[in-house]
């Protein structure tokens, strides 16, 4: 069976941060992969999650299976988070709400259950994807057999949203389709829709009888865990059904945990019971229920206040030190006299969160990497938030040998 089998090509960033690991040049840099680093190039262990470990270490009963949903806790945490507790869509199955919440490995499990449950409820569904989008988002629906088309979102010569081309493209959605949208901190371009054009889309998805589905990776990333969810919840306001597929991973710093969620939003009451029994019944037959370790972090941060104070402020440190590195990569640039953006840098700082499209050809993201040991996603799609005060000016060296 296995002695003919070629290869697989590597995944287009896992591939790269293992190439990065294995170049002896001692002054590699690697803004591949979406990992935060602090000041000294290190991805930090947030202080109230050494704290949850310790008290779950402590008081933790047993290593029983949770649920095939996972814990009730976690998941009405998680429903807060996103819509603002005593919201209505806060409310679950069985409180009488409207929303059924699974509790999933990492936000790629997430999209992967949803994906699944899709294909066997609406297998006639297109999925629509933002151009450009993370790499693995078509991979993923494509695998469970949905039909994939994309629209317009980046709009080059003004690295803005191309907000008109967006709506056009949406236009031909169908009734049952379904489109994906990023919460905040658009991955890979940092771009995300102002509180009018948020509401402009609702209204296009409401129109067309469309069902957004939210990737929800960076709450708290951009200005702030409440203002983050503004467009969540203007299409939750305006769209009778919603997907959130969610990642505690950059926020909490959990990222080998794996910890995410999805969340469904059905019309009513028995709506969401009973496509909350067949998510049950897709996870079942994927990996039967959760871990539990990482889940348990977040909801027993989130269910202590000193926790919970402690978590916000990290939070608002390492999204302050990412808007730092933001405008000291643009400040470099600039002093060099490099240009990436048509016209001026000020797209850098623009953005939010860890990911700007460089505008880099993938020829000069191959000569950073062969000739500079910088390692960049071939689209020109840089971590902002791995870069330090130290490897800037040797970043920015780089770029400026390689623009000319």
Request: with cysteine.
């Amino acid at each position: 069976m296995f002695a003919h089998v070629q290869p697989a090509p590597p995944d287009p960033i896992i591939g790269l941060t293992e190439a990065y690991k294995a170049d002896p040049n001692p002054n590699k840099i690697n803004l591949a992969v979406g990992v935060y680093k602090d000041a000294e190039g290190k991805t930090p262990t947030l202080a109230a999650v050494r704290a949850a470990e310790q008290w779950l270490t402590d008081h933790e009963p047993n290593k029983v299976y949770l649920g095939i949903d996972g814990d009730a806790g976690y998941g009405q945490a998680t429903r807060d988070l996103l819509f603002g507790p005593g919201h209505e869509l806060a409310r679950d199955t069985a409180a009488g709400g409207r929303s059924a919440t699974f509790q999933a490995p990492g936000g790629t499990g997430a999209l992967r259950v949803a994906a699944d449950t899709l294909a066997a409820l609406s297998p006639n569904s297109t999925v629509w994807l933002s151009d450009p989008t993370w790499p693995n988002h078509p991979a993923i629906f494509k695998a469970a057999g949905l039909a994939v088309k994309t629209y317009p979102y980046l709009d080059p010569a003004t690295n803005t949203l191309a907000d008109e081309a967006m709506a056009a493209a949406l236009a031909d959605a169908s009734p049952g389709d379904v489109v994906l949208l990023h919460g905040c901190c658009h991955n890979p371009t940092g771009i995300d829709p102002s509180t009018e054009q948020w509401g402009a889309i609702a209204a296009l998805l409401n129109d067309r009888g469309a069902v957004p589905l939210i990737d929800f990776a960076y709450q708290g990333f951009a200005t702030g865990l409440e203002d983050d969810a503004h467009g969540l919840r203007l299409l939750a306001e305006a769209c009778g059904e919603l997907i959130v597929c969610n990642s505690y991973s950059k926020n909490f710093g959990l990222y080998r945990e794996r910890v995410g969620a999805l969340t469904l939003v059905a019309g009513d009451n028995d709506a969401a019971k009973a496509v909350q029994s067949q998510a049950k019944a897709v996870v079942r037959r994927n990996y039967s229920n959760p871990p539990a370790h990482g889940a348990l972090v977040v909801s027993h941060i989130l269910s202590d206040a000193e926790l919970t104070a402690q978590w916000h402020a990290d939070l608002a440190l390492m999204r302050e030190r990412v808007a730092r590195m933001r405008k000291l990569f643009r400040d470099t640039l600039d002093e060099r006299g490099v240009t990436l953006g048509h016209g001026d840098n000020a797209f850098i700082q623009q953005q939010n969160g860890m990911f700007t499209m460089s505008g880099l050809t993938r020829e000069q993201v191959d000569r950073l990497r062969a000739e500079h040991a910088v390692y960049i996603v071939g689209s020109g799609r840089v971590n902002v938030a791995g870069m330090t005060e130290q490897n800037i000016p040797v970043l920015c060296d780089a770029i400026a040998a390689v623009v000319g």
